[in-house]
């Protein structure tokens, strides 16, 4: 089968140097001392989200391995031309795109409108699962637990606020703009992190309760009635480094959890008993459904004061570092369900071919 892989290369080039970071607004109050003198080069998480030539080698290499034909097109400004010209029986899509909070269902929707079967979710619902208000206001609809909430992208004067709150970008991923501040106490923590995040990402802060309960994040496969839950992992907050919040914040995932100084952060299977299993995997068979996910996807959990798991993230477009030394977590879960990454890359690649019915023609 002719597949070709559609996916965003980090720009290693384009990351910022050090003397930009000191003079980056509000920027000294969030980042650890430490981290602004010895990893300044890798601070900028402008390409957090796209992948590296390693995953993208990785990918091909799981597909070539399996007698694909594959092909690799660059989700660039030429993006719509060379996938016609690769004639592609299916892609297999990685793309996160750069322009706008749309970009994740740009690649998709371009498929859609040349009518090429791809991987994953459709544009809408990719769409809506990278905003992340949006994307809460379904499971909301649905009555899938998830923290209160709300959006602000100019100071708050609210003085009846009850804290901590949480402060995120309201669309981005790979924990991109979540940094050790993000965990707010006050009014003037909130009103500042609200500001860093205007600065740096132009986009308003999605402010939710915080919850300081256990942390959990499950890889989905399949569709329909046929959806797997792969071991569900545990995210060992008491794994990182002291004086840090509990929160895989961005210093945490890309500084101090390494493969040269790999955290013991996830742990799969997560030690939890039967009851809990259940209500988490009943929680992620019902988000996977009522926002329409297709083939795969990760869901990030938390539990509340009443051990209720509530919904962090929804994310479409999990990250598959093929290193086992990198704490990725859909691979991991993978693993531990007894799937090598080439297993995996081609389990995800035949839902969509059986979604499709690309093997009944």
């Known amino acids: 089968m002719r597949v070709t892989v559609t996916y965003n290369i980090k720009k290693e080039e384009n990351l910022t140097n050090l003397s930009n970071f000191k003079n980056r607004h509000n920027f000294k109050h969030f980042i650890n001392k430490n981290l602004l003198n010895n990893y300044a080069e890798r601070i900028d998480d402008t390409f957090a989200e796209w992948d590296s030539f390693e995953t993208i080698d990785a990918i091909r290499n799981a597909l070539e391995n399996r007698s694909h034909e594959v092909t690799l097109v660059e989700a660039d400004i030429n993006v719509c031309e060379n996938l016609k010209a690769s004639e592609p029986d299916i892609v297999f899509n990685v793309a996160e795109g750069f322009w706008g909070q749309s970009r994740e269902s740009q690649v998709p929707a371009i498929l859609e409108m040349l009518n090429i079967p791809f991987t994953g979710s459709d544009s809408i619902t990719i769409g809506i699962c990278h905003n992340k208000a949006r994307c809460k206001e379904i499971l909301s609809y649905y009555k899938i637990p998830n923290a209160d909430f709300f959006i602000a992208d100019t100071p708050v004067e609210k003085k009846n606020l009850k804290f901590p709150k949480f402060v995120k970008p309201l669309h981005e991923g790979s924990s991109k703009g979540i940094y050790n501040s993000s965990i ?178």
């Open 184 to 361: 707010v106490y006050n009014l003037e923590q909130l009103n500042s992190e609200i500001d860093r995040i205007k600065s740096n990402y132009n986009q308003p802060s999605l402010i939710e309760d915080f919850l300081e309960g256990r942390e959990f994040t499950v890889a989905m496969l399949g569709n329909n009635d046929n959806v797997k839950i792969l071991p569900i992992i545990e995210v060992k907050l008491d794994s990182i480094p002291q004086d840090f919040p509990n929160i895989y914040s961005y210093e945490v995932k890309w500084f101090f959890d390494t493969r040269e100084n790999q955290l013991d952060i996830f742990e799969c299977p997560a030690k939890i008993d039967s009851s809990l299993k259940e209500r988490i995997e009943k929680v992620c068979m019902s988000t996977f459904k009522s926002l329409q996910l297709r083939d795969w996807a990760r869901i990030d959990l938390r539990l509340d004061k009443n051990n209720i798991p509530n919904v962090l993230e929804v994310n479409p477009l999990p990250g598959i570092l093929p290193d086992p030394r990198d704490n990725s977590c859909y691979p991991k879960a993978a693993r531990t369900a007894g799937m090598n990454y080439e297993a995996m890359i081609n389990a995800v690649l035949n839902e969509a071919i059986k979604r499709y019915k690309l093997n009944e023609n």
